[in-house]
């Protein structure tokens, strides 16, 4: 097991430990269901860094033959320094998710708008 995978394991474990003291004292079916997703969710990340660290193209720190003084001297693509995109998408998802509170007629223009900021930042 890399790295990663052993951060996210551990995330998992201590997602474990903390959901069956929860449940044990607390005896609560809500919180014990988002614990159990607390559970999960680092669990799928270790299995696909676990699977991603076994692949061809491991990461420098999970290979004993890295060199620490050479650079990795590819191509990442274009960074862009400002964008409007991020902000536009933490928003249409804030109103989202009031859209699910207060009814459909926020939810959908909130829906269409996050699509659009979804799309916008993906096209960046």
Known sequence: ?????????????????????????????????LLVSMILAPGLMAAFAASAARGPDRPPEDRPDADPSASDARIVGPVV????????????????????????????????AFVLALAGLARE
Do not use: N, Q
């Not at 474990?13 to 809500?30: G, R």
């Not at 409007?84 to 009814?103: D, E, I, K, N, R």
């Open 81 to 112: 320094p400002v964008s409007l995109w991020p902000l536009l998408l933490g928003l249409t998802s804030l109103f989202l998710s009031a859209g699910l509170v207060y009814g459909v007629w926020l939810l959908l223009p909130a829906g269409a």
């Open 1 to 33: 097991m890399r790295t990663g995978a052993k951060v996210f394991f551990g995330s998992s474990i201590f997602a474990l430990v903390i959901a069956t003291l929860y449940w044990s004292v607390a005896s609560e079916p809500a919180g014990t269901v």
